[in-house]
């Protein structure tokens, strides 16, 4: 596709409940981020890929959260047991190579509201 | 570890003036500095990369600068207009992790 597509754009969930949050990344792109941003911040690492390998995953908060990239294109960031802490927006984005490669495209984020 | 600051919080200015942007960071050890814009309800939008190498970058109103030594980043945005209205952020890439490590952004608005 033209751009990063993320999808849901919007979910709200009850505590408890488990969410899957969906990236399309640009096709070809070899990398491929996860961040977390809270209202009124930046965003903070969560998760990199690097093709179908999960590279770093030092970022992901607790075991309830889990990334994966199984071919290398498409990626989820499945969260168990939803808690209110969790309520945030998730951005995904992608760039052409490998880390250190410079531009990231990011896609317009899925907002997660725990009630 | 790397800690990224920006001062001002929240700016706001007339159209047609010049302005500056301020980004600091701890660790002077990074391989490139970037800079973001994010509209409301949107996503991130790369402005300019300035390489660990470089003093800066332009691209058309858009200018940053680096200075590694001191820590500091600058944007600075020339003629404003009321279209460049949004949130600027800054973000650092280190050599030894994957990580962009962000600052808490600057809200910007242009009066008309």
């Known amino acids: 596709g033209a751009g990063v597509s993320q999808s849901p754009r919007y979910k709200v969930a009850k505590r408890g409940q488990d969410v899957a949050l969906r990236c399309d990344p640009i096709?070809?792109?070899?990398?491929l981020f996860w961040y977390q941003q809270a209202l009124g911040q930046g965003p903070e690492f969560l998760t990199y890929?690097?093709?179908?390998?999960?590279?770093?995953k030092s970022g992901l908060p607790s075991d309830r959260f889990f990334a994966e990239r199984p071919e290398g294109s498409v990626s989820t960031l499945k969260i168990q047991r939803t808690q209110q802490e969790d309520s945030a927006v998730y951005l995904c984005?992608?760039?052409?190579?490998?880390?250190?490669?410079?531009?990231?495209?990011f896609g317009e984020g899925s907002r997660l509201t725990v009630l | 570890k790397q800690e990224v600051t920006q001062i001002p919080a929240a700016l706001s200015v007339p159209e047609g003036e010049n302005l500056v942007l301020n980004c600091s960071f701890t660790d002077s050890a990074i391989y490139n500095l970037q800079w973001f814009r994010q509209d409301p309800g949107k996503g991130l939008t790369s402005l300019l990369l300035?390489?660990?190498s470089q003093r800066e970058q332009t691209s058309g109103r858009l200018n940053a600068s680096l200075d590694k030594s001191s820590g500091r980043s600058t944007l600075y945005i020339a003629a404003s207009q009321p279209g460049d209205s949004a949130t600027y952020l800054c973000a650092t890439e280190s050599y030894s992790n994957y990580q962009l490590i962000w600052g808490a952004g600057t809200k910007l608005i242009i009066k008309p």
């Open positions: 300035i390489q660990s």
């Open positions: 890929f690097q093709n179908e390998a999960q590279l770093d």
């Open positions: 984005a992608s760039s052409l190579l490998s880390r250190l490669a410079g531009e990231l495209f």
């Open positions: 096709s070809g792109h070899v990398s």
